[in-house]
């Protein structure tokens, strides 16, 4: 599944999408409301805490956007390197009228 920095970058970018908005929602709610989010001791604590796994999954996700770029890169110049004259799918020669409407 996650063979290549490309693949990993894949998996990673919706992850840390998600951890984004929902850290990010965490923290609004915390800073403005925290009187709602039962269980909270120190909420100055919490909402830092909040915004700064929001900061570290925006982090993953610029990280992962440049590994997708990287890698799509190299897979566009192997791709274009031989170009379809490259390849040899037949063996020998073409018939005369083949692949014409008659």
């Not at 990993?8 to 840390?16: L, Q």
């Not at 990287?70 to 192997?78: A, L, M």
């Amino acid at each position: 599944m996650c063979g290549d920095i490309g693949e990993t970058s894949r998996c990673c970018v919706g992850y840390s999408a998600v951890g984004f908005i929902f850290t990010l929602w965490v923290g609004i709610m915390i800073k403005n409301q925290p009187f709602y989010i039962g269980g909270l001791e120190d909420a100055e604590i919490a909402e830092a805490n909040a915004f700064g796994a929001m900061y570290f999954f925006a982090a993953t996700f610029a990280l992962s956007v440049v590994g997708i770029m990287v890698t799509g890169n190299d897979k566009k110049e192997e791709d274009s390197a031989g170009g379809p004259e490259g390849y040899q799918l037949q063996g020998g020669p073409v018939q005369e009228g083949y692949g014409t409407a008659s």
